[in-house]
């Protein structure tokens, strides 16, 4: 492996992959993400911000982002622990 890792300028999948760490850390959050972003009648996700409560264009197609991230936690928690061994504090933001 010989991954170029320089602090700045991290790749879309890094920074999913550094959500996704902070999210396992949170593990109420992540059950109240997938509680909330689920699917109505139609397939559009019925989750705050996402769907049609209050905000947003009702149009959000299930699974929203919300959604896959904190599913993607989810599965972090389970395969590696909450801490998943590679936790590491986020030093620029
Ligand atoms: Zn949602």
Same mark, same amino acid.
């Given at each position: &492996?010989?991954?170029?890792? @320089?602090? /700045?300028?991290?790749?879309?999948?890094?920074?999913?992959? =550094? *959500? #996704? +760490?902070? &999210?396992?850390?949170m593990?109420? !959050? !992540? %059950? /109240? *993400?997938?509680?909330e972003?689920?699917?109505?009648?139609? =397939?559009?996700? +019925? $989750?705050? $911000?996402?769907?049609?409560? $209050?905000?947003?264009v009702? @149009?959000?197609?299930w699974?929203?982002?919300?959604?896959? *991230? %904190?599913?993607?936690? %989810?599965? %972090? #928690? #389970?395969? =590696?622990?909450?801490?998943?061994?590679? !936790?590491?504090?986020?030093?620029? +933001?």
């Amino acid at each position: &492996m010989h991954a170029d890792r @320089t602090e /700045n300028r991290r790749s879309p999948d890094e920074l999913w992959a =550094g *959500l #996704v +760490r902070e &999210m396992a850390a949170m593990p109420d !959050v !992540v %059950a /109240n *993400l997938l509680r909330e972003h689920q699917p109505d009648d139609h =397939g559009f996700c +019925r $989750g705050n $911000g996402c769907g049609t409560a $209050g905000r947003g264009v009702p @149009t959000r197609r299930w699974p929203c982002s919300l959604h896959a *991230l %904190a599913a993607a936690a %989810a599965d %972090a #928690v #389970v395969r =590696g622990g909450p801490a998943g061994g590679t !936790v590491r504090s986020q030093q620029d +933001r």
